[in-house]
């Protein structure tokens, strides 16, 4: 039995998850070698998106070896933390370390031809569409805990671990064509991302109602741990609820702002093409014919006007 939750128990419970362990050391391990190749080759990363990875590394290992990773199995509400952690936050700093430009850069041309070669294919294009990874990010949740899912993770050790990389692995998806801050088989104009932000903001508030207002998840698996101390299930699962909720909502003003600042640099490289266009079409101008009017330009306004 799980003891109480007590603030020592938060300092001191950690746990080995042979399950998350050693996918997370050979992901480190092949990240920091191909970063190191990269940055030896150019500076096409930069040491911030080093960092980023380092807290996504640290944010995975206390998702599921820390007391989340410990407490997860008693209360919903941990597990609820655990799942945002996972889904969310491991995902987002992942897509902001640049893991397929650090694994270009550290590949020769023949490696990086059969990358991009992949990059193009039509099955990369559907799968790392921003609307798929979209619908696969805001359906996770509801399949978790609406169906059977939820109580055969928590008791199957097996299916547990799966779960787990699953969730990463949707939520990297969701924010590696959402961001586009690395090659991406299409890039998309970041307005598509807004909208579907905004829907995705109503999905999200309509499950945590669900949660909050609606029959207890894994009722008789939480009964059967016989748990005599911390919420009960109703208060538990309400406050799993908010988190999934709220603080899922809170932690997507970050990735709201990055939206927004790559939402600017679209428009900045818009105007500045347009401009550049422009340029060269009063450079190529006949010199003969002195400067033109913008109606000029156009056949229907010229016909029109020299006719009058």
């Given at each position: 039995?799980?003891?109480?939750l007590t603030l020592?128990?938060?300092?001191?419970?950690?746990?080995?998850?042979?399950?998350?362990?050693?996918?997370?050391?050979?992901?480190?391990?092949?990240?920091?070698?191909?970063y190191r190749r990269?940055?030896?080759?150019?500076?096409?990363?930069?040491?911030?998106?080093?960092?980023?990875?380092?807290?996504?590394?640290?944010?995975?290992?206390?998702?599921?070896?820390?007391?989340?990773?410990?407490?997860?199995?008693?209360?919903?509400?941990?597990?609820?933390?655990?799942?945002?952690?996972?889904?969310?936050?491991?995902?987002?700093?992942?897509?902001?370390?640049?893991?397929?430009t650090v694994l270009?850069?550290?590949?020769?041309?023949?490696?990086?031809?059969?990358?991009?070669?992949?990059?193009?294919?039509?099955?990369?294009?559907?799968?790392?569409?921003?609307?798929?990874?979209?619908?696969?990010?805001?359906?996770?949740?509801?399949?978790?805990?609406?169906?059977?899912?939820?109580?055969?993770?928590?008791?199957?050790?097996?299916?547990?671990?799966?779960?787990?990389?699953?969730?990463?692995?949707?939520?990297?998806?969701?924010?590696?064509?959402?961001?586009?801050?690395?090659?991406?088989?299409?890039?998309?104009?970041?307005?598509?991302?807004?909208?579907?932000?905004?829907?995705?903001?109503?999905?999200?508030?309509?499950?945590?109602?669900?949660?909050?207002?609606?029959?207890?998840?894994?009722?008789?698996?939480?009964?059967?741990?016989?748990?005599?101390?911390?919420?009960?299930?109703?208060?538990?699962?309400?406050?799993?609820?908010?988190?999934?909720?709220?603080?899922?909502?809170?932690?997507?003003?970050?990735?709201?702002?990055?939206?927004?600042?790559?939402?600017?640099?679209?428009?900045?490289?818009?105007?500045?093409?347009?401009?550049?266009?422009?340029?060269?079409?009063?450079?190529?101008?006949?010199?003969?014919?002195?400067?033109?009017?913008?109606?000029?330009?156009?056949?229907?306004?010229?016909?029109?006007?020299?006719?009058?």
């Open positions: 039995m799980t003891p109480p020592p128990a938060v300092l001191t419970s950690w746990r080995w998850d042979t399950g998350s362990a050693p996918l997370i050391l050979v992901i480190a391990v092949g990240y920091i070698w191909a990269t940055r030896a080759r150019d500076a096409a990363v930069s040491p911030p998106r080093a960092w980023c990875f380092a807290i996504a590394v640290a944010l995975w290992v206390v998702a599921t070896m820390s007391v989340v990773g410990v407490y997860a199995y008693a209360l919903f509400w941990v597990r609820a933390l655990q799942v945002l952690m996972l889904l969310m936050i491991v995902p987002f700093f992942l897509a902001m370390s640049r893991p397929v270009r850069g550290a590949l020769g041309p023949a490696g990086q031809q059969r990358l991009d070669a992949v990059l193009a294919t039509r099955s990369a294009r559907l799968l790392a569409h921003p609307l798929t990874t979209s619908v696969a990010m805001l359906a996770t949740p509801w399949l978790l805990y609406l169906t059977p899912w939820y109580v055969a993770a928590l008791r199957n050790p097996v299916l547990d671990a799966v779960t787990r990389l699953v969730l990463v692995v949707i939520g990297f998806g969701y924010f590696y064509a959402r961001l586009q801050t690395d090659p991406v088989p299409r890039r998309y104009s970041q307005m598509v991302s807004l909208i579907i932000s905004i829907v995705e903001t109503l999905g999200d508030g309509v499950l945590g109602i669900v949660l909050w207002l609606g029959p207890l998840i894994a009722a008789d698996y939480y009964l059967a741990l016989h748990r005599d101390w911390g919420p009960s299930q109703r208060v538990d699962q309400s406050i799993g609820a908010g988190i999934l909720w709220l603080l899922g909502d809170a932690l997507g003003v970050p990735f709201l702002v990055v939206l927004m600042r790559a939402f600017s640099a679209d428009d900045k490289a818009a105007a500045a093409e347009v401009d550049a266009a422009m340029d060269q079409a009063e450079q190529t101008e006949p010199e003969s014919g002195g400067s033109t009017l913008w109606w000029e330009n156009d056949p229907q306004l010229r016909e029109r006007f020299r006719r009058d």
